[in-house]
């Protein structure tokens, strides 16, 4: 059973780079049937997909945030990570990391997504 688990710090000064990572178990992250995926939701709000990173290492980004983030992966750890640069106060949210299913070449959705880490960006 694929399990996806994020670490971070939970305190960070603003205008500081928030670096998170997801650990994959059981799956590898070069599989051709999934894509790998940040969403965060701040309090009180909903949730705001980030970006993604294909089996290939391609990256999309969410345009609202593309200025400030960057989505990496580390094959040889089966892990994947965001950075979000120049922080400011409503980056407070709970980040989560996901598994994005694909077929026919179609992300389709998020199918497992880790448990979450909230953040928060505080002097």
């Known amino acids: 059973q694929v399990q996806l688990v994020e670490s971070g710090p939970g305190l ?3 205008s500081q780079t928030l670096t998170l990572t997801c650990a994959v178990s059981s799956g590898s992250i070069t ?3 999934y894509a790998w995926s940040w969403i965060r939701q701040p309090p009180g709000k909903g949730l705001e997909w980030l970006g993604v990173i294909s089996s290939d290492g391609t990256t999309y980004y969410s345009p609202n945030l593309k ?6 992966r580390d094959t040889s750890k089966n892990q994947f ?3 979000l640069n120049s922080l400011i106060p409503e980056d407070t949210a709970v980040y ?3 598994r994005v299913g694909i077929a026919l070449g179609v992300y389709y959705g998020m199918d497992k997504w880790g448990r979450g880490t909230l953040v928060t960006v505080s002097s």
């Open 12 to 14: 960070v000064n603003p």
């Open 67 to 72: 200025s400030r983030t960057s989505i990496s």
């Open 31 to 33: 599989s051709n049937y």
């Open 81 to 83: 990570s965001l950075q």
């Open 96 to 98: 989560y990391c996901a």
